[in-house]
């Protein structure tokens, strides 16, 4: 049940957007293991030219983007979460073209007793599917 927030520098057309959404939703499945059906989206772009990086706007011709996800503590590996990284980074050069090298994937684990969905927490789907 991951969340991803992707942060762009200017605001993505319906395809890009659609394209981003796609292409995380797979790689969050593959890599982390984590259910496509269960993973949210949302994709914000911040104002034109207020994109820092460096102190510098950001330079013509670069791109950039910020990944902000949240998954349930100790689900994933280091390894799974390094490959993770740098398949999302390669992802988004492909889909964005030159990425500044300040391009961020950031990795929250929450307690599993402190989010979920549908109502219940993941602690609490975790308890009740243990056998007695």
């Known amino acids: 049940m991951p969340y991803l927030n992707l942060n ?6 319906a395809d890009v957007a659609a394209k981003a959404a796609e292409v995380l939703t797979r790689l969050t499945a593959e ?6 059906e269960l993973t949210a989206v949302a994709i914000t772009a911040t104002a ?13 011709g670069l791109s950039s ?11 994933n590996t280091k390894n799974e979460k390094a490959r993770y990284v740098e398949a999302v980074f390669k992802a988004m050069t492909e889909l964005l073209g030159e ?7 950031v990795i929250h684990e929450v307690h599993a007793d ?5 109502g219940q927490t993941q602690e609490f789907r975790y308890i009740k ?4």
């Open 129 to 132: 599917g243990k056998p007695l």
């Open 114 to 118: 402190a989010w979920g969905y549908s």
């Open 8 to 13: 762009l520098p200017t605001a993505p057309s």
């Open 31 to 36: 890599l982390l293991g984590k259910k496509p």
């Open 48 to 60: 034109p030219g207020a994109w820092y990086v460096g102190g510098r706007a950001l330079p013509a």
């Open 99 to 105: 990425l500044a090298p300040a391009s961020y994937v």
């Open 65 to 75: 983007f910020y990944l902000d996800i949240k998954v349930t503590e100790g689900t």
